[in-house]
């Protein structure tokens, strides 16, 4: 069995930073691409930032010249570094690993762990 588990989130003043850790573990044969999506409070998830197993990254325009997603491949694990937060900001981040388990006859998919709730204060 896969969990795809956040760590990280919590309380913090607009302009801060806030470091988000996501780890994958269990029967794991490999990893493509991992990413970091949010939803705030009526509003649709969406992604913020995007790693694929070889570190080409993408970003929301949101998410450009504030946020960093790295990756640790030996750890199974996907990081997002958020500077210069804002209150937009503010919304539940949900890791998402695209992932081929150790099973017979399986196919790579995707994964999503529970999220972790990011609030900025004003």
């Known amino acids: 069995q896969v969990q795809v588990v956040e760590f990280g989130g919590g309380l913090v003043q607009a302009g801060g930073s806030l470091r988000l850790s996501c780890a994958a573990s269990?029967?794991?044969?490999?990893?493509?691409?991992m990413a970091w999506y949010r939803q705030a409070p009526g509003k649709q998830r969406e992604m913020v930032a995007h790693i694929e197993h070889t570190g080409t990254t993408t970003y929301a325009d949101s998410a450009k010249g504030r946020f960093t997603i790295s990756r640790d491949n030996d750890k199974n694990t996907v990081y997002l570094q958020m500077n210069s937060l804002k209150p937009e900001d503010t919304a539940v981040y949900y890791c998402?690993?695209?992932?081929?388990?150790?099973?017979?006859?399986?196919?790579?998919?995707?994964?999503w762990g529970k999220g972790t709730l990011v609030t900025v204060s004003s």
């Open positions: 998402n690993a695209n992932i081929l388990a150790l099973v017979a006859g399986a196919f790579a998919r995707d994964y």
């Open positions: 269990g029967s794991i044969y490999s990893i493509n691409a």
